[in-house]
């Protein structure tokens, strides 16, 4: 297959990839911040506070995109893992890869906030809710992924045993998502689908949007600059890594070109 | 809509959940920032000091996909 007649295979050769991570993540990480920004001043000085929760609901500018990161980054991963296992490229296996510690930090956080959002509103951190048990299972996918990747010398098979289980465990991904629907329990339902409107204040929803902005370009700036740390390591024997932390000066190129310097022999002549 | 800054900290009393919430976050994403930072640097000087070692000697010209 020529990277002419599909060009999004252009970015899986390496050299090329870390070229697009170098122009693309400083604008990835830029307008994140921007995002963050304009999503915390609505979220704490423009949303008024909740006619039932008070103020602690503003944990939820922060809850919610990291609960949607903690699934999107899975269903990502999986698909990753998916285009390793079957069409062996390399790229989709940094990519997988790279993607597990911020997918698992975000889940993290989804649980750290929810319980602390829980405490004042439900009256506890923790209960075995569908929702909250569904999530702390993501949570052990992704450490057993890393923990995978970690233990398994071989880095082939290691990688193909964490694709498996990458792909094994996007199952639990719509198991969280519509768990508040199939169990009635403790956890609230669905206040954003795509379906219908809100079910809040149209600046509650512009905060939560702006933050859940800033998040994804957030995980996607940190994710593909862990991967092209990573491409670097891997390629480390590959000439345009060396080309690119050490640029050729024109007389080493020369000398590179013509080793037994006949070119400029011929000019003396 | 806040009554000074002491009002906005004390979040209505709910202060604990909000900062808890809003600090860890900040204080992970900023961990995960400096060590993806910190490895970024040590892969590069890592490769650069390989590179000086070994001088020009040409090497292959990468793996493709």
Redesign the interface.
Known sequence: MSSRRIPW?TF????NFHLLVQVLVPWLAGVAVLLAIAGLYTG???A??DYQQ???Y??MF??VP?AWMGMFLYLLMAMYAVIHLVWR???ADVMARSLA??GA?MT??AL??GA??G??TWGTYWVWDARLTSTLILLFLYLGYMALRATVDDRESGGRAASLLALVGAINVPIIYFSVEWWHTLHQGMSVTLTSAPTMAPSMFAALLLMTGACWL?CAA?TL??A??QV???????????DL??P?TAE?AR??EDPAGTIREEGHS | ??DGIGD?LA????W???W???G??AL??AA??LL?RH??RR??TV??R???RTG?T????????
């Open positions: 295979l899986a050769a390496p050299r704490f000085f423009v008024p506070p008070g103020n602690s503003r944990i922060i809850h990291a490229i390399r790229l510690p911020t930090l993290f956080m750290w906030t602390l959002w405490a004042p957030y940190i600059r862990r092209q740390v670097l390591e891997d390629e480390a024997d590959a000439q345009w890594v060396r932390l050490q050729p080493s000398t590179a | 809509m806040w906005f979040m209505g009393g709910h604990p959940y909000v808890g919430s809003y860890l976050f992970l994403l995960e920032l993806q490895r970024h892969t590069r490769l650069n390989r590179f000086r020009s040409r090497t292959h010209q990468g793996t493709g996909t």
